[in-house]
C-alpha cells in the first residue's frame, strides 16, 4: 500500500520544528507502525538525509517508551494498544497520517518525535514506593490479600508509564499516571501506612512539573493503552483531599 | 590465567552461610566513604542500586532508556520461581537447585545454583512488601503455578506481566534512595568504557545520548547489569536497544566471557512475517498445556498451505503430523524449550513448514476448545490470543497459531566468581550480564529469580569484603591519565565511525550478520557451518567499517550513531560465539552441535571433556582469544541424560 507521511521534525529543544512530508510507496499490512518508520529511516539514510528519531524499545507493548501522537490520537487509532503494536492493516492504502510528539508542556522535545519524559519518575520519587530495605520484609504470606484487592491493585498497577494520558488530556493532566500509583498502593495493606502522605507528596510533585487540572473528560482512559479506570482518579481525589484535611504537613 | 571460582568449602547447604560469615564488613559510618557505579536498572541493577544505598554507599545509576522502569526486566511475561513450597507438594531449596542443574545440562557451578535456589525465598517476600500485586487465591494467599515443565507449582505470578511488577518493585526502591539523595541517576546515558588502572576498575566513560557529550565517573567498584546480547542474532524477543557493549568494551578490558555460545532459543514466538521485521514476540509457554502442535504431513500439503489454496482447518487429522506427540508420547507437548525449538525447525527444514515463508509451525487449540469450551480458553489465555491478534491479523479461536523459535535469552555472559566478580578487581557482573547460574539452558522463570537475587540478596554481602579490603582511599580521580586516555579513545572511535560515509545503512549491517549467526549458530551448529560463519562474519566486519552509513553529529542526539557502536560490538562477539560453539564438540542444553547427537537425534553431551565452564580472554585487536577452563565438579547430583521419550 501506499502511505502519505507527515511527520514532526525538529532538531532539537532549541529550535522550531515543522511538519515534514514523506511518501512510502511499499508497505506491507503486516508491518507493524515503527517498521514502517524503520522502513522510512532505511531510505531516508540512502539518500544522504537524517533519520527520524523516535523512542521505541520492547515494540511489545510493555516498556511504554514509544510514544507517537497519530491523527490526533495517542498510539493511534487503535485502543488499547501502544504504538508499537499498530499495524498497517489498520490503514488504507493512499492513507495520509499525521506523526506528532506528545505535546505537553512538562514534556519538552528532545529531537523530532521523541519527548522528556522525567517528570514522570520525578513524581515516583516523590512517594511513589513503600519504604521497606531489602531484608526487612515478613513472610509474603503473613499478610492475607484478597483476591479482589489484589486484582484491583494489579488493574492500577498495569500502568506503563508512557504519557499517552497526559498527551490525550486537553490541559495535558497527569491525574491518571499518578492515580494508578497512588491507588496501587492505598489498596495494598503494605502501601498503608504512607498512605496520605504519598498523595500529598505525589500530586505536589505533579503540580510542580506544570501538569494541568483534571476536569475529568475522561479522554486519558480511553487513549490509555492499558485502559485504566478512571475509578483510580476518584480514589486520588479521596486520598488526596483526605490526606489534606488530616495533614500535619502545615505548609501546604 | 588461572580462575579462582571461590566456591566455599563445607557441605552444599550450608556454603552460602559460611561465606557470608568470612566476608569482611564495611563499617556502618564508613560505606558513605565508597562510591559504587551501576550500570543498568533492569531488575539485577535496581535492585542492587536500592539495596546499596539503603546500605549507605554512594551510589550511581546508569541507564541507557529514558526512564529505569523501561529496562528490558519489563517484557518478561511468565512468573518467578521461588521454593517456598506454599503449595505443599514437595518442593524444597534443594529440588529447586537440583531442577535448575540438570535443566541445565550440568554446566552450571552446584555451589552458585544452591544459593540462588536458597535467596529464592526471600525475595517473594521483599517484593510483596514492596507491593507487587502478584496473584493471589480467594483467601488471600499467594496464588502459584507449574511453570516449564517442572513437576512442582512453585512459580509466582502478576497476571502475564510478571516482569513488569517485579521492575516496578524495584524501580520504586531506586526512586525512593535517588530522592534521599543516595542514588544519583543518569538516563539516556550510555556506558561505552571501562576505566582499569592499577588492575582494578576505577570507572567508566559514557555517553550522553541527549547531548552526546563524553563523560566519566569515577568509583570504588563498577557493576555491569547490562543483561544479556540475543540482538546479535539481530531478531530476537530482546528489546531493539539490547546490547553487549558494556560487557564487550569490560571484556577488551579484561573481564573474561565466560561461555558465549549458550544462547537459549524460545519455541513460542510470533514468526516473522517479512523482511522489515525488527522484532519478534514471545507468546507465553504456557500455551503448550493446551495447544497442540503440528505441521502436515507432506510436503505437498504444506505448500498448498503456503500458498493460500489449503486452509489449515480444512486438512483432515490424518494428514497431520503432530511431531512432538508422536516422538515424545510422554511429554508430548511439554518438552523443554531446547527441544521443542530444534523439532520445529527440523519440520520447516523438510519443508513441511506452514505460512507465507515456510518458517512456522501450527500451535492448534481446537481440541482444547473443543473439551474445555471457549469460555475457558479465552479465561486461560485471552489477553495471549488477543495479543496474536493484534500482531498476526489472525483470529486464534477460529484458525490455529502459528509459532516459530526465536532467541529469547543467553546464558553465557561475563565470567564471575561466587562474589560476582569478574577477572577484573572491583568489577563485578550481575543478572542476564552474567554467565553464572544456568549452565546450558534456563529454566523457564528462572531469569527473574537470578536478576533479584544478584541484587538483592548476594551482591549488598559480597561488594562489602572488597571494599573493606581496598580502602575508601583506593580511587582515582576523573581528571586522571586512565580516564583521559579512555575519553580520548571513545571520542576517535566515534569520529571514525561519523567518517565511513559508505552506503550501507547500521541496521541493514546488523541485519546480515543476524542472519550469519542465526544460520550457522543458531538451533544447531556443524563444525563446517561454524567455520563459514566466521569468514563471513569477518568479512562483514571489514565491509562494516569500510561501507557502513552514519548521518548526523556526534554531539546530539543520534540514535544511528548509538546503534553503530553497539552494531560493532556485536561483530566482534559474534566472532567469539563461533569460536566457542566450535570448540565445544558436545551437544548441552540450547548448544546443539549437528556432530554430536543421540541415535534418536537428541542432544548428547560429553561430560569427561566438556564439564567445563569456557572463558575467553581477550588478547588484543585481531588476535585470537585464549580459552580458560573452569572444571565443573559435581558433588551433590549424578549426570544424567535428558530424556522426554
Redesign the interface.
Known sequence: MKINLKVWRQ??SNTPGKLVEYQLDNV?????F???F??L??SL??K????V?F???????????CSMYINGRPHGP?TG?TTC?L?M?SFNDGDTIVVEPWRARSFPV??DL?V???A??RI???G??????????????E?????SI??E??DA??C??CGACVAACKNASAMLFVSAKVS??AI?P??KAEHKERAERMVAQMDAEGFGACSFTGACSVECPKSISLDHIARLNREYLGAKLTSDNIQG | MKLESKIPEGPLAEKWARHKFALKLVNPANKRKYDIIVVGTGLAGA?AA??LA?LGYNVKAFCY??????A?S??AQGGINAA?N?QNDGDSVFRLFYDTIKGGDYRAREGNVHRLAEVSV?I???????????????????ANRSFGGAQVSRTFY??G?TG??LL?GA???L??Q??NGKVK?Y?RTEMLDLVVEGGKARGIVVRNL?TGKIESHSGHAVLLCTGGYGNVFYLS?N???CNVTAAWRAHKKGALFGNPCFTQIHPTCIPV??H????L??MSESLRNDGRVWVPKTVEDAEKIRKGQLKPTDLPEDKRDYFLERRYPSFGNLVPRDVASRNAKNMCDEGRGVSKTGLAVYLDFADAIKRDGHKTIEAKYGNLFE?YE????ENPYETPMMIYPAVHYTMGGLWVDYNLMTTVPGLYALGEANFSDHGANRLGASALMQGLADG??VI?YTIGDYLATIGPADKIPVDAPAFKEAEKKIQDQIKQLLSIKG?R?V??LHKELGHIMWEYCGMARSAEGLKIAKQKIQALRNEFWSNA?V??DAE??N??LEQAGRVADFIELGELMVDDALHRNESCGGHFREEYQTPDGEALRDDEHFAYVAAWEYQGEGKPEILNKEPLVFENVKLTQRSYK
Do not use: W
Open positions: 532538531k532539537n506491507s499490512e503486516d508491518m507493524s515503527l517498521e514502517m524503520d522502513v529511516n532505511d539514510t540512502r544522504g538525509e537524517e533519520p528519531a523512542d521505541h524499545d520492547c515494540r511489545e507493548g510493555i516498556c511504554g517508551t487503535q494498544a503494536q499495524h492493516r528532545i529531537k521523541m522528556d519524559r522525567l514522570f519518575d515516583i520519587q516523590a511513589g514506593y513503600v519504604s521497606v530495605n531489602t531484608g526487612s520484609a515478613p513472610d509474603a504470606n499478610i492475607l490479600i484478597p483476591r489484589a486484582d491493585a494489579m498497577a498495569a506503563i508509564g496501587q498502593l495494598l503494605q502501601g | 535492585s536500592a539495596s539503603e532508556q529514558d526512564s529505569p522502569r523501561r528490558h519489563i517484557a517456598k506454599y526471600n517473594i517476600d521483599q517484593c510483596v512488601a514492596q507491593g507487587v500485586p502478584f496473584a493471589r487465591e480467594y483467601g488471600g494467599v499467594l502478576a497476571r506481566q513488569q511488577q516496578l524501580y520504586s526502591a526512586s525512593r535517588v530522592s541517576l538516563t541527549v524477543t528489546a531493539m536497544g512475517s517479512g522489515y521485521q525488527s522484532k514476540t514471545l495479543m493484534k500482531i498476526t491479523g538483592y540478596f549488598p552506503d545503512p541496521d541493514d552509513k548521518l548526523g546530539e542526539m540514535q544511528a
